[in-house]
């Protein structure tokens, strides 16, 4: 008190000046660092709700999925009940040159030619091919494709050739047919090279 009595009115008021800019200094330095934290705390504010919703969106999605999933599951199983019996190539196609006898003979077709080819190694399964060959006139050839079609196995035709036998009675034709069927490879299997080459003799 005794040296602000010995000071000038003019020091008095460049003092009072000075303290008033040290204050004003001191209060912008608190705005900025209340501004930057607030900043801070929306930023990390907004990212937590852009992560709750993403999570909220998944749990939405995940009963769908799991519904899609539980049917193509429940496809995949309907596939597998018309796989061929068997574990083995040669046990599969002694069982699909059967079934193919068996749907010839019911279209009234008499099966002349008969061998099995290399098996084609998939990701899970194994095709197991058969060709067969046979004359028969269009009605019967498209009833035998029809049958093979509806099967309650799983057969593709992956070739088929056909020739009149007689050009001036163009009435029967002379038909090869390649058919797969398909067996289920071990879990533990790996899957080997496709071969093309065709093995067995006709019969």
Known sequence: M??????????????LIGGLVAIALVSYQIYLWYGSIRSSVKEYAEAKQVNLEKQLSRLSEKEPLKKKLDALNSE????????LPGDKPPVAQAELQRILKETALSSGIEIKLERPLSPVEMELYTAVPVEIGFTATTAKLKGMLYKIKTSPFLLTVT???SNVTNINNPVDTYTTLVVNGFI???????PKSVSKKRTGSAS
């Open 2 to 15: 005794k040296l602000l009595s010995k000071l000038t009115t003019r020091e008095k008021r460049v003092l």
């Open 76 to 83: 995949l199983k309907g596939l597998e009940q018309r796989l």
């Open 159 to 161: 070739e088929m050739k």
């Open 184 to 190: 289920k490879k071990p879990a533990n299997s790996k």
